[in-house]
């Protein structure tokens, strides 16, 4: 059964509203993490960035495997699955 839903924007929710604020997203292939101070229609952009190849136990506040990439990374809207701030 179909079910109407009204869907209501709030201003400074999702990204736009953990600007600043070091963020997770987990995309396509990679989990990706670092400040974010960028948000454009296609792309996001982050600041101290790295990449986790093994995220261990979540409920540790550390990832098992995480390396520090050595620049700013743009991530593509379109790869991102989930996101948050988690570690």
């Known amino acids: ?20 604020k070091r963020v997770t997203f987990y995309c ?13 229609e296609k792309y996001v952009k982050l600041e101290d960035a790295g990449i986790v190849y093994n995220t ?5 506040t550390d990832w098992e495997d995480y390396q520090k990439l050595p620049n700013d990374l743009y991530i593509q809207q379109s790869a991102i699955e989930s ?3 988690f570690k």
């Open 1 to 20: 059964m179909k079910k109407l839903v009204k869907v209501e924007e709030i201003e400074q929710e999702g990204l736009i509203g953990l600007m600043g």
């Open 28 to 40: 396509l292939n990679y989990i990706y993490c670092g400040e974010l101070v960028g948000v454009n």
């Open 56 to 60: 261990g136990s979540h409920d540790t």
């Open 83 to 85: 996101f948050g701030v």
